[in-house]
């Protein structure tokens, strides 16, 4: 029994199926995943990004004209809305402010999450261009790529955004370089910012600080070497100019503890189950043998070695009396 057991168990484990490595062809569209926060930091989701090679393209080889043209050491232009496209991601845009549900200040944060989340790269590319929207979708960007991308989102919902540009504020390698960040119009007071809450005033409305760049940031944070600068100031307008790309980007939302949990095959499952009535067979065997009472000899039998001098019945040889008939015996 128990080597037909093992025999079978040996069996059930040969049909699970071991671990398979999947190889994908490589596609033309670029899909990425971007983890994000809403609710305050509460609640965690991720972001599916497909973005067709086809857009990235357009986009790419589209004119990357200068940002900021310097007229002279107090006087500068600023054209950061150039770069605005709010058609090609006010599909993502929805899908993450879907998911907030506290108000516009939620929105506002969930949204700055997701682009702090994109990632900050720096690269030859992004260092010599700002990027559009779908650029740095697909491959992450610095300071004004990251605004540039969160001003698109968040005008792409209706808000109104503000271009924040530092000029020589961060120390790179031992050069100055400038920073850009935004600062967004909402209709209420931000009451979830980590210290403080940093705004500027343009045109008779307050907007509220967003840094882009790194993780954590929430609207009316602003990093403390940039506190007390006074820095230039850009409405963000999505240009009339822009022609869309055939094709735009598209997202889907998931929740982050349904995006990590595996998935198991039915093949696996049976093999489980075979495995598990074997051992349950085994270890009810091993139970019974344990628990079943000792096997006692059965009685000897009576030996008879004489009979009664009176009946002649047979007696044990031991008997002083005959079982037969009564008669005293002797020895």
């Keep these: 029994m128990r080597g037909a057991a093992f025999l079978v168990l040996f069996l059930a484990i040969g049909l699970l199926p071991s671990p398979q490595f999947t190889s994908y062809a490589a596609s033309d569209d670029i899909v990425r995943t971007v983890t994000f926060e809403t609710a305050f930091g509460t609640s965690t989701y991720v972001e599916t990004i497909t973005i067709p090679r086809q857009t990235l393209s357009y986009w790419r080889s589209a004119s990357h004209p200068p940002t900021v043209i310097e007229y002279s050491a107090e006087n500068y232009a600023m054209n950061f809305s150039f770069y605005l496209d709010f058609v090609s991601v006010s599909s ?32 030859d590319y992004s260092f010599q261009h700002t990027l559009y929207p779908v650029e740095t979708l697909a491959h992450g960007g610095v300071c004004d790529d990251l605004s540039v991308l969160y001003a698109s ?20 390698g031992g ?18 910012s980590a210290g403080g809450i940093w ?32 820095p230039y100031v850009e409405e963000a307008k999505p240009p009339s100019t822009h022609s869309t790309a055939t094709e735009i980007i598209t997202s889907t939302t998931t929740r982050y503890d349904y995006e ?16 598990a009535i074997v051992v349950a067979a085994l270890g009810y065997e091993v139970g019974r043998r344990k628990t079943r009472p000792p096997i006692t000899p059965p009685p000897r039998e009576t030996v008879y070695t004489k009979y009664c001098r009176d009946c002649g019945a047979r007696i044990p040889h031991s008997a002083n009396y005959c079982i037969a008939c009564g008669a005293k015996q002797t020895v």
């Design 175 to 192: 050069s100055k370089i400038s920073h850009v960040s935004v600062a967004v119009h909402l209709t209420s007071r931000p009451e979830h």
């Design 92 to 123: 993502i845009a929805i899908s993450v402010a879907s998911v907030a549900q506290l108000g516009e200040e939620d929105v506002a944060d969930t949204i700055l999450s997701l682009v702090q989340n994109v990632g900050y790269v720096l690269s």
């Design 260 to 275: 990590v949990m595996e998935t198991v095959s039915i093949t696996t499952l049976f093999g489980y189950l075979i495995v």
């Design 199 to 230: 705004y500027f005033t343009h045109e008779g409305l307050d907007y509220y600080t967003a840094e882009t760049t790194g993780q954590g940031w929430r609207l009316g944070d602003l990093p403390e070497s940039l506190r007390g600068q006074k």
């Design 153 to 172: 989102m968040m005008t792409a919902l209706g808000f109104r955004v503000i271009f924040l540009w530092y000029p020589e504020q961060w120390d790179l």
